[in-house]
């Protein structure tokens, strides 16, 4: 029993660790691109799933669309498309509503062999600015966003009142990383992943236990019960 709840921990360890996150800033309107950078993604004939939140330990949480290589199976909304290979998410016409956690999970066979990418989505007003302190250039043009290699971000905005064409010129945005908060979403999502395992792992062996004790009393009450009428039988 010890060895399996090790291997439980070793196996939820390793899935919480591999799952990489980025940040992506868009502005509002544009379309923005999200990309699965996991080693599998290019590969074709693989199942992807994009979802939002925290992904889950065997699916996508709430998924906003699958693909099978070329062929989508589902979609939640047409705004939401994905690449010839699966590899990124694009989401047209972006809303600040849309700011938040998605995450790509290419499903490989066997037992948590899938590969999971996780990106943070932060969706600004064009006439908006982002304060301290981690300084990035963005270019202001309809399908371009700036990828930071951020794992959170904390954000707080303020009105410029500036006016004009904001398809050129680059906007610089100074985001506050915390990476506190990512460290403690990591703690919980290890802890949630965790848990999942041990049900996992535990319900069937305490089901393969219960067979194995009730199997070895009916065995052990039919051995009795045949020596007992061995006895009779021998003293007849």
Not at 80 to 91: A, G, K, N, Q, W
Not at 127 to 144: A, F, G, K, Q
Not at 197 to 209: E, H, N
């Amino acid at each position: 029993m010890l060895p399996l709840l090790r291997c439980a921990f070793i196996a939820v360890f390793v899935l919480t660790e591999c799952v990489s996150t980025e940040t992506v800033v868009g502005f509002a309107g544009r379309k923005v691109r999200l990309p699965c950078r996991t080693q599998a993604a290019g590969q074709g004939g693989l199942e992807v799933c994009w979802g939002r939140g925290e992904p889950s330990v065997f699916n996508c949480h709430n998924a906003v669309i699958n693909a099978v290589g070329n062929r989508v199976t589902y979609r939640k909304s047409y705004r939401y498309s994905v690449s010839s290979s699966s590899s990124s998410l694009s989401i047209l016409s972006s809303r600040v509503a849309d700011t938040g956690y998605y995450h790509c999970r290419v499903q490989l066979p066997g037992l948590f062999n899938d590969q999971i990418a996780t990106i943070h989505l932060i969706i600004i007003h064009p006439r908006y600015w982002v304060s301290p302190t981690t300084e990035v250039s963005l270019l202001r043009d309809d399908t371009s966003t700036e990828i930071l290699n951020a794992p959170n971000m904390t954000l707080q905005y303020g009105f410029t009142g500036e006016s004009g064409d904001n398809s050129t010129g680059p906007m610089v945005a100074r985001v506050q990383s915390s990476i506190k908060q990512e460290r403690a979403n990591s703690l919980l999502g290890f802890i949630g992943n965790t848990v999942r395992a041990s049900f996992i792992v535990f319900i069937p062996a305490l089901l393969l236990t219960a067979a194995y004790r009730f199997c070895g009393t009916n065995r052990r009450a039919n051995t009795d019960r045949w020596l007992s009428q061995t006895e009779e039988e021998n003293t007849v």
